[in-house]
């Protein structure tokens, strides 16, 4: 009788500790989880808060002949910063800018650069330039564009609204630092997958293998 007892009690404590294992995993993926819905939308308001953060640190340090902004979000972002900055040696606002995009293609089932594309810099010849885009996630196409802008500009300076902890880029100025994923305000469409989204939904799912 007594080792029936011990066998079921040695079984249910078998169990017991399965359970916990089985909780702590789970709790693992919610809260991988949670980070990524914690920034899954930054809002307006926010943009607005590191943009001027941007503005204030630059105050005194740098001041561009024109802002160059990377793709989508160094369009909006180039935007902001034109209509509220002043251009060196000169008390107007509306600082010119000028909006450059990366094409990227599908090879043997990978996304990457084309390396064919081409582009004209010559506008930016001796000039000041701030160089910005909306984020920097894995820190790769920054330093693209640096590496030729630099090439022709007098002077390059880096900006950034957000920059993820684990980039392998670092810029001069930024609005905030993040990690996981998030969605910025002019990505309106809910079925877009940022690179920041992406990458955290890659880490749950090899998690959860």
């Known amino acids: 009788m007594r080792a029936i007892i011990d066998f079921l009690v040695q079984d249910v404590l078998t169990y017991v500790g399965y359970l916990f294992t089985v909780i702590g ?77 990366r094409k990227y293609i599908t090879e043997n089932g990978e996304v990457k650069p084309d390396d064919s594309q081409t582009y004209d810099f010559s506008a930016l010849s001796g000039k000041k330039v701030l160089l910005v885009t909306g984020d920097v996630i894995n820190g790769k196409t920054m330093p693209f564009f640096y590496e030729k802008i630099n090439a022709v500009a007098k002077c390059v300076k880096t900006a950034t609204l957000i920059i993820g902890k684990n980039s392998a880029a670092t810029v001069d100025y930024s609005g905030k630092v993040l990690q996981g994923g998030y969605m910025l305000p002019w990505q309106l469409n809910k079925n877009y997958t940022k690179d920041s989204v992406a990458q955290t939904k890659k880490k749950i799912k090899k998690k959860t293998k």
């Not at 993926?29 to 808060?49: D, H, L, M, Q």
């Not at 802002?67 to 180039?78: L, N």
């Open 25 to 101: 995993f789970i709790a693992t993926v919610c809260g991988t989880i949670y980070k990524c819905r914690n920034y899954r939308k930054i809002s307006w308001g926010k943009v607005e808060k590191y943009t001027l953060k941007i503005i204030k640190e630059m105050q005194g340090k740098y001041k561009p002949d024109c802002i160059v902004g990377i793709g989508r979000g160094g369009a909006v972002f180039s935007g902001l910063l034109s209509v509220n900055m002043k251009s060196a040696g000169s008390d107007r606002y509306n600082i010119p800018l000028y909006v450059f995009d």
